[in-house]
Nanobody, 128 residues
Framework: QVLLVESGGGLVQPGGSLRLSCAAS????????MAWFRQVPGKEREFVAS???????????YYSDSVKGRFTLFGVDAQNTLYMPMNHLKPEDTAMYYC??????????????????WGQGAQVTVSS
């Protein structure tokens, strides 16, 4: 059974930092495509970060314009965990953050409809 568990959310002041984690179990972490999305009540779930296939092979992190330069993405295979450090947080980053996974790479990785598995979410609140 594929299981994703997010952690690391919380309350932080504007300009502060948090690090989200997504621990995967029940499958080989490296063999799946993973991503982060976020959602505010009353709005659509939106793409935050994932990996994009390079034209010359391999993959590179890819971020939405709203978080580029502030969020990073990396995985630790030995821990079967995907991390997303978030710096220079803004009030508009406040949302429930979800980890997602799918078995096969797709160029449509920014679409929430492409993912088969989801975590329960981690709340991030940026407020003074």
């Amino acid at each position: 059974q594929v299981l994703l568990v997010e952690s690391g959310g919380g309350l932080v002041q504007p300009g502060g930092s948090l690090r989200l984690s997504c621990a995967a179990s029940g499958w080989a972490f490296k063999s799946y495509m993973m991503a982060w999305f976020r959602q505010v009540p009353g709005k659509e779930r939106e793409f935050v970060a994932s990996y994009r296939r390079r034209s010359l092979g391999g993959y590179e992190p890819y971020y939405s314009d709203s978080v580029k330069g502030r969020f990073t993405l990396f995985g630790v295979d030995a821990q079967n965990t995907l991390y997303m450090p978030m710096n220079h947080l803004k009030p508009e980053d406040t949302a429930m953050y979800y980890c997602a996974a799918r078995k096969v790479y797709t160029d449509a990785f920014q679409s929430k409809n492409e993912y088969e598995y989801w975590g329960q979410g981690a709340q991030v609140t940026v407020s003074s």
